[in-house]
Nanobody, 121 residues
Framework: QVQLAESGGGLVQPGGSLRLSCSAS????????MGWYRQAPGNQRELVAT???????NYADSVKGRFTISRDNAKNMVYLQMNSLKPEDTDVYYC???????????????WGKGTQVTVSS
């Protein structure tokens, strides 16, 4: 069992920055990868960034160069630093634990409840 909780969302003007945090109930060192996803009402949930247990990162093209994913294993925390925010970044952002095997419904079964990010002038 893995429990995840996001925090750090809010309202920011275009060009501004936010840092999202994901707190895990236990050690994240044994999880295949941790990731951030986002979803707007009526849309599919899409990948934003992932970081593997070995520290390898991956980003969606739309956020590459602006967002940075990182982790702190000692604190069981994962972060998403978001800079140069755009209105199209407005979404609910979710933390996910990738178990690394099985069907998608099993592999990605653990999610946080989400944190709202709104970018508007």
């Amino acid at each position: 069992q893995v429990q995840l909780a996001e925090s750090g969302g809010g309202l920011v003007q275009p060009g501004g920055s936010l840092r999202l945090s994901c707190s895990a109930s236990g050690s994240i060192s044994s999880i295949y990868a941790m990731g951030w996803y986002r979803q707007a009402p009526g849309n599919q949930r899409e990948l934003v960034a992932t970081i593997s247990s070995g520290g390898i990162t991956n980003y969606a093209d739309s956020v590459k160069g602006r967002f940075t994913i990182s982790r702190d294993n000692a604190k069981n925390m994962v972060y998403l630093q978001m800079n140069s925010l755009k209105p199209e970044d407005t979404d609910v952002y979710y933390c996910n634990a990738d178990l690394g095997h099985g069907l998608a419904s099993t592999r990605f079964r653990y999610w946080g409840k989400g944190t709202q990010v709104t970018v508007s002038s």
